[in-house]
T-cell receptor, first 113, second 113 residues
Framework: NAGVTQTPKFQVLKTGQSMTLQCAQD?????MSWYRQDPGMGLRLIHY???????DQGEVPNGYNVSRSTTEDFPLRLLSAAPSQTSVYFC????????????FGPGTRLTVT | SQQGEEDPQALSIQEGENATMNCSYK?????LQWYRQNSGRGLVHLIL?????REKHSGRLRVTLDTSKKSSSLLITASRAADTASYFC?????????????FGGGTRLMVKP
């Protein structure tokens, strides 16, 4: 199993540009989520999904969109990038949000200039 | 605001010593999880303790949970330089939006050889 994969690993955007961060898992997990991690801080939940076709907002959803058309994929879209969105983004998946461990991808380091 | 908070924010010890990190949370939980993050990498699951458990062991790790105080501790015994990493607690959290897993700000552990 590849586990959780994320692309790209690094990305530089100009303010106002849009882009999509890709996340895929091959473990047939129902629960997937996106976090951002700022320097010296913990993870903050952006959006999550409990299954295909179902998404919900987390703690910091503004400026981001998600969709879950398949069990495997959970892309995160930045609508109009802002410098405040400079961060490291992690995708995670699990069988359930609470009762099972989360598997994390390697992260995408995004810089918005 | 975050559901879980770790204490201390940073900890520096000598190899062979024990390291203790604490986590406090605000609302009732089903489970509490501890994760480790090496610099520049994604998070890796260490241990999950259920709300009806008081103590759990995994190798050199010992986790306790006190639901009356809404707190947990992670003890790493006989620490090694390779234990240098950030450690995060995660709790399941429910609000009007749904169910999610939220992380604290982490404890940065440095183990000096």
């Amino acid at each position: 199993n590849a586990g959780v994969t994320q692309t790209p690993k690094f990305q530089v955007l100009k303010t106002g540009q849009s882009m999509t961060l890709q996340c895929a898992q091959d473990m047939n997990h129902e629960y997937m989520s996106w976090y951002r991690q700022d320097p010296g801080m913990g993870l903050r939940l952006i959006h999550y999904s409990v299954g295909a076709g179902i998404t919900d907002q987390g703690e910091v959803p503004n400026g981001y969109n998600v969709s879950r058309s398949t069990t495997e994929d959970f892309p995160l879209r930045l609508l109009s990038a802002a410098p405040s969105q400079t961060s490291v983004y992690f995708c995670a998946s699990s069988f359930d949000y609470s009762f099972f461990e989360q598997y994390f991808g390697p992260g995408t380091r995004l810089t918005v200039t | 605001s975050q559901q879980g908070e770790e204490d201390p924010q940073a900890l520096s010890i000598q190899e062979g010593e024990n390291a203790t990190m604490n986590c406090s949370y605000k609302t009732s939980i089903n489970n509490l999880q501890w994760y480790r993050q090496n610099s520049g990498r994604g998070l890796v699951h260490l241990i999950l303790i259920r709300s009806n458990e008081r103590e759990k062991h995994s190798g050199r790790l010992r986790v306790t949970l006190d639901t009356s105080k809404k707190s947990s501790s992670l003890l790493i015994t006989a620490s090694r330089a390779a234990d240098t990493a950030s450690y995060f607690c995660a709790t399941d959290f429910r609000n009007n939006a749904g169910n999610m897993l939220t992380f604290g700000g982490g404890t940065r552990l440095m183990v000096k050889p």
